[in-house]
């Protein structure tokens, strides 16, 4: 069954990591404001981000999955908190819409499977202003933090 899970582990990983655009987020910029929250404090809190949604990507256990998602959210929420005013309410998007995927999780007991077919699941991963806030984060971290738009793996040693 382990070929059946790993397409929908990936969508899930994608979720997490493309969707709430924090695929690579490492190297920020030094500005310490961009109108409202602290870039460097986002940046690091993305770092963080980027690094559990790997994780979840992979995981394959459960209860690991569960553990890895709840953290990735409780980091989102803080995220959201202090992302630069122009990005805050796309960061805030798409923290709400990984809430909703922690519901979906916990009514699912959190089976991979379960939770990639899940109706309400298929509309969030569809969902226009999930995706349109994603883009725009993502070309803030381009332009801001010299990310990669493509989620793949970054130069961690400054920039």
Do not use: K
């Not at 553990?67 to 990005?87: F, G, K, S, T």
């Not at 819409?97 to 899940?118: K, N, R």
């Amino acid at each position: 069954m382990a070929p059946h899970l790993s397409a929908p582990r990936r969508g899930l990983a994608l979720l997490f990591a493309g969707t709430l655009a924090v695929g690579g987020l490492a190297a920020c910029g030094d500005d310490d404001d961009a109108g409202g929250g602290s870039v460097e404090e986002y940046c690091a809190l993305a770092v963080q981000l980027d690094d559990i949604g790997q994780q979840a990507g992979t995981a394959s256990d459960p209860a690991e999955f569960e553990r890895l998602v709840n953290e990735q959210y409780d980091l989102a929420q803080q995220a959201a908190e202090v992302a630069p005013e122009e990005i805050q309410a796309d960061v805030q998007t798409l923290t709400d819409a990984l809430g909703q995927v922690v519901d979906i999780g916990d009514a699912t007991d959190w089976d991979i499977a379960a939770m990639s077919e899940d109706s309400d699941f298929l509309a969030i991963s569809q969902d226009e202003a999930v995706t349109e806030a994603g883009d725009r984060v993502t070309a803030y971290d381009e332009q801001n933090c010299g990310l990669p738009s493509d989620g793949g793996s970054t130069d961690t040693t400054g920039g």
